[in-house]
């Protein structure tokens, strides 16, 4: 017999959120109690002990993240950051070595390289998409987890997580996928052979640019006890509001998700048929290196597209500075539309090393304005061209 599953959206909606018994209420209640009334000595109501260790609201999130994922746990973090800092100390240890994507997030980088190195955890950036060099660099050491991002910031490479994954258990080695620019309703990385998810929540899941967080997602048992074990001993757990306005924006993930889509697949058409554009970087379009392995991975392509101008770092400075609806900020994943300089921005942290950024590169967030708006908005800053 097979088991009826709910599809994507109904899990959004309803995973982790029954209604609240005593009253009825709807949508469950907001526990802000860091602490738990005992009927007796260690006589617990419902599991509940201590706010670090558990909350009703964070556990709502997680039971909704899991579903999202198709994994059986997942972990709430205070940023993304603090996930992966968590991740890779419950996974790895000193003389464990990371290969990462040679196009990782600055910040992933910064915490492996700069942090966990200190630590005496290795690493080696590789490009993902060239299969003999990531298989060299696994077996030069004693590799514990190949980290990938797909697609990737700011390059929007797509990299094959099925191969990858098939890579990473030949050599006894853990695929982690951050699945932050895709979010799981465009791609479920455990699904196609991954060990663990990680995600800034900040990012698409949380949705609205009000809240940051990290998430991680397995579906093994031994993995979810380690990583449940460092949630709750290093505690960068997430506070019940931030895990409530996560699991909000959480539920209507698929419906912004397809106008993301929708509206990044416009603009980047627009960008590709501009004279001052020297590349657009988006995996819907057709002349992308890795758009059939993206149609192939993913339901569809996302909300972030990044443009190289022909006329260098001043042209994009100027298109940066010169648009209304496209905020110029950090950050992603949001409603709203915003525009980013990752070489200043973002990638700063990463100038000068091999992950650096073009400058004469732009990275847009395509929100969930009116698609006629956002290009009216990108072609009166191209015109101060
Ligand atoms: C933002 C981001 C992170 C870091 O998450 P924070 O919530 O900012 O700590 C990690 N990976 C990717 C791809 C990101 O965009």
Partial sequence: ?????????????????????????????????STYA???????????????????????????????????????FSSGLAAEDSLIRALAEPGDHIV??????GGTYRLISKVLGGWGIGNTPVDMSDHAALKA???????????????????????DIAAIAEIAHAAGALLVVDNTFASPY??????????????????????????????????????????????????AVSG???????????????????????????????????????AVHYPGLESHPGHELAKAQMRDFGGMVSVQFAGGEDAARIVAEATRVFTLAESLGGIESLMNYPSEMTHASVKGTELAVPVNL????????????LIADLDQAFAKL
Wanted: charged share 20%; hydrophobic share 40%.
């Fill in 38 to 76: 005992q009927d007796g000595i260690g006589n617990l109501r419902a599991g509940y002990e201590y706010g670090r260790g558990g909350n009703p609201t964070r556990d709502a999130l997680q039971e909704q993240l899991a579903a999202l994922e198709n994994g059986t746990h997942a972990y709430s």
């Fill in 186 to 235: 465009l791609q479920q990385p455990l699904d196609l052979g991954a060990d663990v998810v990680v995600h800034s929540t900040t990012k698409y899941i949380g949705g609205h640019s009000d809240v940051v967080g990290g998430a991680i997602v397995v579906k093994d048992p031994v993995l979810a006890e380690a990583i449940g074990f460092i949630q709750f001993a290093v505690g």
């Fill in 1 to 33: 017999m097979t088991e009826n599953i709910p599809g994507f959206n109904t899990r959004a909606v309803h995973a982790g959120q029954e209604f609240e018994p005593r009253t009825g209420a709807v949508v469950p209640p907001l526990h802000f109690s």
């Fill in 240 to 278: 019940p509001m931030d895990a409530f306005l996560t699991t909000r924006g959480l539920k209507t993930l698929g419906v912004r998700m397809r106008t993301h889509s929708e509206n990044a697949m416009a603009v980047a058409q627009w960008l590709a048929q501009r004279p001052e554009v020297e």
């Fill in 362 to 373: 732009l990275r847009l967030s395509v929100g969930i304005e009116d698609v006629q708006d």
């Fill in 137 to 159: 660099a696994v077996a030069a050491n004693k590799t514990k987890l190949v980290w990938v991002e797909t697609p990737s910031n700011p390059m929007m490479r797509i990299s």
């Fill in 100 to 105: 990462l994507g040679n196009d990782a997030y």
